[in-house]
């Protein structure tokens, strides 16, 4: 079988058997540890800073963003952002209990469907489990209230997002995702702006086959002075 | 299949020089990736710390490669995927359409994959009837035009807008003649509307992977178009394609690689869409793929391992040696005549087809130097190409020519007094000849310099004496 013969050729090259059981110990100890490794010093700001830094690192990278005072105020953003880009007020929205509890009827001219994605939706609203400061990134691990499709198939996509979700440095987010959920999910989507292409001639191009426009709501749930 | 033509590397070379369109790709897009890569490193003070770190995470890596695969395939098949090991690109090639054809797979889309290419899995899938559809907008055009990517991060690199018009009017003849291209946002929207078809009918995906990690369990791929993840997340089977030297131990040691890589490459920070997968959809989940496969690849790597190539398997396909390249530079991909284009390729490709067949490329290089100095996980590749270069020597590979001149060359460099008297006497004697023109035009020997160029007599003495007597001065002093 090829799994032993290319183990076995692995370890031919490094010139030894298998590990012996204390350095697979070792290892395996590291890998439970999952020591960090250098950090940039960018991201370790007070979390107001790290709030402000993620907002320019997105818009960096071609994302907008709307910084709202509290979660009522998530429906007047996304009817408004709707308004102002032209776009219809119909929303598929991950049906997830965060965004459920937002008071979508103040807002009754939107049209909200809960699920994933379908390739004619223009527009999807996904819950965003953190964002990253050190590169204006938001981590999306899917789970049934968070589907994937809803990162990919419409043409804009609004995450919405607490501003106390908001990390420094990748690892920071890791480390929330290994608390809070149970085991790592099906899918982690790191996303870092709207969908590009510099394929035809190196140039750039936004909307190739992901979402052309990429929108966040950040809402202001913690203490700025703090 | 690709039939590899790197051992025509000069006459490939010739072509590419005269090919105005190629040299016209070259000269807009090289300059651009260099400038890109520099602003992101400098925008990071840690950034050469983190290049130190990357390399270190790699070494660790292969040094217990052994053990993190077959974690790696724990953690595989407890999330409900299945792992297939591949000794080589044949196996490779029969596991992937053995998943297709148990699917009843008739169209698969696929994401930008370079061991895909290694293993030519689009013509085997098109000799068995099934319709590979490339869905990265570069590998899409590529795939129009029935050749090799160019660049392994750009695969289109060598083409031109009027390239990218004349294959769309060819290939989508279901719309209106007429239709203009004024602009690449006009051939990006062409292809968005084409692919976004072929997703949805797609009964299998199949992507690379960026590294395996062997914690969790996950395949990673990194992509700006979202086409990658459409593949994998779409149709009913996703199939990553993954060589064995991608395996890294955990998420922290993938994120630190993470960091250089898209730096590296296209100069962003991070790329658009990095994504970690592992294995298929979970109960409750309203989309993802039901069946998820890792076809798991040898072909020549473990091979490498413990040899003078060992280093090679840190690569991270950033492909910023090759758009740092003078040589790549000036002749392009295809010269390469293989999958692997560049300096990384001038390493790889001879261990992978053979070092008889892939002579040339290690000499494809003027030892400047460049590419190891930009490469995110420091890999040696000046002394890499010359390990190949002794090898191909041993074997007898160098033409007669060049070894008799080599050998001639030895004998006087270890006769350090002969070897002096000889310089000496070429440029003074070269000197006299040329002391009218300062030039010659044509020389006995030296026409692989002068068919080209003029080339310059020597003025006065040689460097060694020059040097001695600078010495002299400054001792003086």
């Not at chain 2, 060049?402 to 004697?429: D, H, I, K, Q």
């Amino acid at each position: 079988m090829s799994k032993d013969s290319i183990l076995t050729a692995i370890r031919r090259g490094l010139k030894r058997g298998k590990l012996p059981d204390d350095q697979a110990a070792m290892l395996r100890d590291r890998m439970q540890q999952h020591p960090r490794h250098l950090i940039p010093a960018r991201s370790r700001l007070p979390h107001a800073g790290q709030v402000d830094l993620f907002v320019r690192n997105v818009e960096k990278e071609f994302g907008t963003v709307a910084r709202v005072a509290d979660a009522g105020a998530v429906p007047a953003a996304v009817a408004d952002y709707l308004a102002a880009q032209n776009l219809p007020p119909r929303l598929a929205m991950a049906p997830h209990p965060d965004l459920r509890a937002l008071p979508w009827a103040s807002r009754p001219l939107l049209e909200i469907r809960e699920g994933r994605a379908e390739a004619t939706d223009a527009v999807s609203v996904q819950h965003g489990f953190a964002g990253i400061a050190e590169t204006g990134t938001l981590m999306l691990p899917s789970a049934p209230e968070r589907p994937v499709t809803l990162n990919l198939l419409a043409d804009t996509e609004i995450v919405v997002l607490r501003a106390s979700c908001i990390v420094g440095a990748y690892e920071e987010a890791w480390d929330r995702l290994r608390a809070e959920l149970d085991g790592m999910p099906r899918n982690v989507m790191l996303v870092t702006g709207p969908s590009r292409s510099a394929d035809i001639e190196q140039t750039l191009e936004l909307g190739a086959h992901g979402p052309r426009r990429l929108h966040v709501v950040v809402i202001e749930d913690t203490d700025r002075a703090a | 299949m690709h039939i590899a033509t790197s051992s025509a590397f000069k006459e490939n070379a010739s072509k590419a020089l005269s090919n105005s369109g190629l040299q016209k790709a070259l000269a807009r897009s090289g300059p651009s990736f260099i400038a890109r890569r520099a602003a992101a490193a400098a925008a990071l003070p840690e950034f050469e710390r983190l290049r130190d770190t990357a390399r270190d995470i790699k070494n660790h890596a292969l040094a217990n490669l052994d053990f993190y695969l077959e974690a790696y395939e724990t953690k595989v098949l407890a999330s409900g995927g299945k792992v297939h090991w591949c000794a080589d690109a044949g196996e490779a090639r029969d596991a992937v359409l053995a998943i297709c054809q148990a699917a009843g797979a008739r169209t698969v889309t696929k994401g930008k994959s370079m061991i895909g290419e290694e293993i030519a899995i689009n013509d085997h899938l098109e000799q068995h009837g099934i319709r590979p559809v490339e869905t990265d907008l570069g590998e899409y055009i590529i795939q129009l035009r029935h050749e090799l990517p160019s660049h392994i991060i750009a695969p289109a690199f060598h083409l031109n807008m009027e390239d990218w018009e004349a294959a769309f009017r060819k290939a989508h003849t279901d719309l209106p003649a007429d239709r203009t291209f004024r602009e690449r946002r006009d051939v990006l929207i062409e292809a968005r509307t084409k692919l976004r078809s072929q997703f949805l009918v797609a009964d299998v995906g199949i992507t690379g992977a960026n590294f395996l990690i062997a914690e969790t369990g996950s395949s990673v791929i990194v992509t700006n178009e979202g086409n990658g993840d459409l593949t994998q997340t779409l149709p009913r089977v996703h199939i990553v394609l993954a060589s064995i030297e991608k395996c890294v131990p955990t998420l922290e040691d993938a994120t630190s690689l993470l960091r250089v890589l898209a730096r590296s490459a296209t100069g962003q920070d991070f790329s658009v869409y990095t994504t970690f997968s592992t294995g298929p959809r979970r109960p409750g989940d309203l989309d993802g793929p039901a069946e998820y496969h890792v076809v798991l690849i040898d072909n020549g790597r473990s091979a490498m391992l413990g040899t003078d190539f060992q280093d090679m398997l840190r690569c991270i396909r950033c492909a910023a040696c090759m758009n740092h390249c003078p040589v790549y530079g000036a002749v392009g991909g295809h010269a390469y005549g293989w999958v692997y284009p560049g300096p990384m390729g001038a390493v790889l490709t001879p261990g992978l087809i053979g070092v008889d067949k892939a002579e040339h490329l290690p000499n494809a290089s003027t030892f400047c130097g460049k590419c190891e100095s930009v490469c995110p996980v420091r890999i040696p590749l000046p002394k890499l190409m010359r390990h190949w270069r002794e090898r191909a020597f041993e074997r007898h590979l160098t033409p007669g020519a060049t070894r008799t001149n080599l050998a001639l060359w030895a004998f006087l460099a270890r006769r350090p007094a002969l070897y002096r008297m000889a310089t000496r006497a070429a440029a003074l004697g070269l000197g006299w000849m040329g002391r009218k023109t300062g030039r010659f035009a044509h020389l006995p020997l030296a026409s692989g310099w002068t068919g080209g160029r003029d080339l310059p007599a020597p003025e006065g003495d040689t460097f060694f004496a020059r040097y001695a007597r600078q010495q002299r001065t400054q001792q003086a002093q």
